[in-house]
């Protein structure tokens, strides 16, 4: 385990409108407001056609490859994230989400895009004092949280 210190600053409420992508959208904000780090819920409705990151196919292959799944209709969802810069000091949105219809619930990663269905509501706690960065790993291609900078 690495882990290090931080300090809340700021919070945004924020209520994301029909058809933003939803890390696009966090991630545009974040910059605009000079948010680098932060914490995220989040709660409303995405659109079909969004699409999540469900897993890779071989948790254990040498390569990692991800496995989608595409919304196939409009879904209620609850999500929680974190919000670090990458090595260009860019803050990148890591969120997972549970996408619910009747009695089916997918839940994934954001990155490839979830689309808004009316309105999602989040609350972003802005986090200071901290070096945490996300920096690629040549092992599993992500780009991982490195929480004291190093």
Known sequence: MKYSEA???RVFVIRLEDG???HEAVESLAAENGVTAGALVILGGADKG??????PED??????????????NVNEVAGTGTLFPDENNRP???MHMAC???DNTVT???RTGVKVWHVMEAVLFELTDTHAVRKPDPITGFA?????GR
């Open 50 to 55: 969004s699409r999540l990151v469900v897993g």
């Open 144 to 148: 991982l949280l490195s929480p004291d």
């Open 59 to 72: 948790g254990r292959a040498e390569t990692i490859v991800p496995m989608t799944k595409l919304l196939e």
């Open 92 to 94: 990148v949105l890591h």
């Open 7 to 9: 300090k809340f600053g």
């Open 108 to 110: 994934g990663c954001v």
């Open 20 to 22: 933003d992508i939803v």
């Open 100 to 102: 619910g219809r009747e």
